[in-house]
């Protein structure tokens, strides 16, 4: 089987769900992450919303309207497999690949060109934890990224952050910087685990908080890379 067809095989699974998905909702309330399904603009067959080709003829389609989740056949939510986000990833790349279209009609090219594009997009947002819960919380209704998005910040994060931030300021040596990086390091973790409980149990207030606190952490993480280097330079 070579890479195309395996990869029909495999999403043809998802398809023939999506047409259930599609039939069964025609009464009811569309879902937000439901899969709905569209005509390829070439042969007019069906194909559902996020996949790049058309499972009849093969035509690569639009990238559309699929969200992040959608386009590389993941699951909505903020804990993902991170292999199956590499594999999926790179294999669609592959199948976008430019010298892949290297005959084909200018419609094809650029489709191709803006399914690539929308995939590059897709998996940078989802492979990294911040802009993943960023762009996750805005899908659920909640647009953390816009200024006062968040409402007030909670004091307790400020607090730490600014803890933090005077522990790196006064850190004077390359021992004193690795202790504020490893505190740094272990929060963002336990930050990275409470997000994935508050979106588990739909708490967007709490999610929307901790993704303030993990942008505070993140920042705090580069100072501390940025503080390294300034006493490696004066040293
Ligand atoms: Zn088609």
């Known amino acids: 089987m070579n890479a ?18 599609g039939a069964a909702r025609r009464d009811a309330t569309e879902a937000p992450g439901d899969r709905i399904v569209q ?15 058309c499972p009849s003829c093969k035509a690569v389609q639009p990238p559309g309207q699929a969200d992040h989740f959608q386009r590389l ?14 594999k ?6 592959r199948l976008l690949h430019p010298d892949r279209f290297a005959t084909r009609t200018p419609k094809e090219k650029t489709l191709s060109q803006q399914q690539a594009t929308s995939l590059n ?30 409402g007030p910040v909670d004091p307790m994060i ?16 390359a021992e004193d910087v690795a ?5 740094a390091q272990g929060e963002i973790a336990d930050c990275e685990s409470e997000l994935s409980d508050a979106f588990a149990a739909d708490d967007l207030d709490q999610a929307a ?19 390294r280097a300034e006493l490696r330079g004066r040293g």
């Open 121 to 150: 997009d897709a998996y940078e947002t989802l492979k990294d934890p911040l802009a993943r819960a960023a762009y996750l919380a805005n899908l659920m209704g909640r647009d953390v990224l816009k200024e006062d998005g968040n």
């Open 209 to 227: 908080a901790l993704i303030t606190r993990l942008k505070y952490l993140r920042k705090l993480a580069d100072d501390t890379r940025a503080r």
């Open 39 to 53: 005509a390829c603009w070439s042969c007019q067959g069906p194909v559902a919303v996020g996949e790049p080709f």
């Open 158 to 173: 400020l607090m730490e952050a600014m803890e933090m931030r005077e522990a790196l300021a006064e850190a004077e040596t």
């Open 88 to 93: 999926s990833y790179f294999q669609m790349q």
């Open 73 to 86: 056949g993941l699951p909505r939510g903020f804990e993902i497999d991170t292999a199956a986000l590499e």
């Open 4 to 21: 195309t067809s395996e990869y029909s095989a495999k999403r043809k699974v998802t398809l023939v769900q999506a047409k259930a998905d």
């Open 179 to 183: 202790t504020v990086t490893k505190r």
